[in-house]
């Protein structure tokens, strides 16, 4: 496979960067940016501009419940078990990628609105914004090295973290972040943040299953979860940093050139290098940034792979996490 991919590090939470995108002083991260002034100066252009995440979440929720009120209306039971594939490969992860987004602070620039729409949409899949703040920071911190809390996780689902456990690792996922955040050695009020934000959860979901009754929250919440969000997660988590060289920001992570749908319904999360280098850059500027950077690609000899599945497919195989340098 080529040398690059992208991966999510973090900074402790007693003491981490931001990595805020809206501010021309908040551009820069641990990793060092790209030499190429210009692509810096694009960078920061772009980090300037409006984001463009809310109107997203309020477009996924709509695909959420749209396709939900389909199923319901054809009640066919192929058409149903299509439909709750696609809630979670579509909407559902993108809910998440937009929490993502929030992790870098790049929902809002106001900011009880970022944290509200950060909390609310990992709050859909069982996971504390804060907690997540604290172990992805920390994983663009020390972005695939051993020291990685991401590469750690791994390591504990299965030893060694050859390419097939990625079809466990989804599996424990919130359960590894949230643990992440509860660790002693984070801040008390961390700590008390992640709790009462997991009980938020436990009440959003309540909520919800009062609203819809048991058989259809079982039915139109956790049966995605299950089936198209972990197929989802399963094919980017093995994708963006599996068989890649550590020790250069240009080679540590992976990029995917995938179908304008994938794009559109994923918000541009096959940019992964690309998000890595510049992480204040939000989703919806990610590919003239990867126009930019094509020639530093080259001379970096980054991994620019194509397509998720074909990638996918080699690197299930792939018994190495850490490509030789």
């Given at each position: 496979?080529?040398?690059?991919?992208?991966?999510?590090?973090?900074?402790?939470?007693?003491?981490?960067?931001?990595?805020?995108?809206?501010?021309?002083?908040?551009?820069?991260?641990?990793?060092?940016?790209?030499?190429?002034?210009?692509?810096?100066?694009?960078?920061?252009?772009?980090?300037?501009?409006?984001?463009?995440?809310?109107?997203?979440?309020?477009?996924?929720?709509?695909?959420?419940?749209?396709?939900?009120?389909?199923?319901?209306?054809?009640h066919?039971?192929?058409?149903?078990?299509?439909?709750?594939?696609?809630?979670?490969?579509?909407?559902?992860?993108?809910?998440l990628?937009?929490?993502?987004?929030?992790?870098?602070?790049?929902?809002?620039?106001?900011r009880?609105?970022?944290?509200?729409?950060?909390?609310?949409?990992?709050?859909?899949?069982?996971?504390?914004?804060?907690?997540?703040?604290?172990?992805?920071?920390?994983?663009?911190?020390?972005?695939?090295?051993?020291?990685?809390?991401?590469?750690?996780?791994?390591?504990?689902?299965?030893?060694?973290?050859?390419?097939?456990?990625?079809?466990?690792?989804?599996?424990?996922a919130?359960?590894?972040?949230?643990?992440?955040?509860?660790?002693?050695k984070?801040?008390?009020?961390?700590?008390?943040?992640?709790?009462?934000?997991?009980?938020?959860?436990?009440?959003?979901?309540?909520?919800?299953?009062?609203?819809?009754?048991?058989?259809?929250?079982?039915?139109?919440?956790?049966?995605?979860?299950?089936?198209?969000?972990?197929?989802?997660?399963?094919?980017?988590?093995?994708?963006e940093?599996?068989?890649?060289?550590?020790?250069?920001?240009?080679?540590?992570?992976?990029?995917?050139?995938?179908?304008?749908?994938?794009?559109?319904?994923?918000?541009?999360?096959?940019?992964?290098?690309?998000?890595?280098?510049?992480?204040?850059?939000?989703?919806?500027?990610?590919?003239?940034?990867?126009?930019?950077?094509?020639?530093?690609?080259?001379?970096?000899?980054?991994?620019?792979?194509?397509?998720?599945?074909?990638?996918?497919?080699?690197?299930?195989?792939?018994?190495?996490?850490?490509?030789?340098?």
């Amino acid at each position: 496979m080529g040398r690059c991919f992208w991966s999510f590090s973090c900074e402790a939470a007693a003491n981490r960067s931001n990595l805020r995108g809206g501010s021309a002083g908040h551009i820069s991260s641990k990793n060092a940016m790209a030499v190429d002034s210009q692509v810096d100066s694009l960078a920061l252009n772009l980090s300037a501009k409006a984001y463009r995440s809310i109107p997203r979440i309020f477009l996924d929720l709509v695909l959420w419940i749209g396709m939900a009120a389909l199923a319901i209306y054809f009640h066919r039971w192929w058409f149903t078990a299509a439909g709750l594939f696609v809630i979670g490969f579509g909407p559902f992860h993108d809910l998440l990628v937009q929490g993502h987004e929030g992790t870098h602070d790049l929902i809002s620039r106001n900011r009880r609105l970022n944290n509200f729409f950060t909390w609310f949409t990992l709050a859909l899949a069982g996971i504390s914004a804060e907690a997540h703040r604290c172990f992805h920071l920390d994983h663009h911190h020390y972005a695939h090295t051993p020291q990685d809390p991401e590469y750690q996780f791994f390591d504990r689902v299965v030893r060694g973290v050859p390419g097939w456990a990625y079809f466990f690792i989804p599996v424990f996922a919130q359960i590894g972040v949230n643990a992440y955040g509860l660790q002693k050695k984070m801040r008390a009020s961390v700590r008390r943040r992640i709790g009462l934000e997991l009980a938020g959860a436990v009440f959003l979901h309540a909520a919800m299953a009062f609203v819809l009754g048991w058989r259809r929250y079982l039915l139109f919440v956790i049966a995605p979860m299950v089936t198209g969000l972990y197929a989802a997660s399963v094919l980017r988590s093995v994708t963006e940093h599996h068989d890649v060289t550590e020790g250069s920001e240009w080679t540590n992570a992976r990029s995917i050139v995938t179908h304008p749908l994938i794009e559109f319904l994923w918000s541009n999360v096959n940019y992964h290098l690309e998000h890595h280098l510049y992480p204040s850059v939000p989703y919806h500027a990610l590919p003239e940034l990867r126009r930019a950077l094509t020639a530093d690609y080259q001379a970096h000899q980054s991994n620019v792979e194509n397509g998720y599945g074909r990638t996918a497919l080699v690197l299930l195989r792939d018994p190495r996490h850490f490509s030789p340098k």
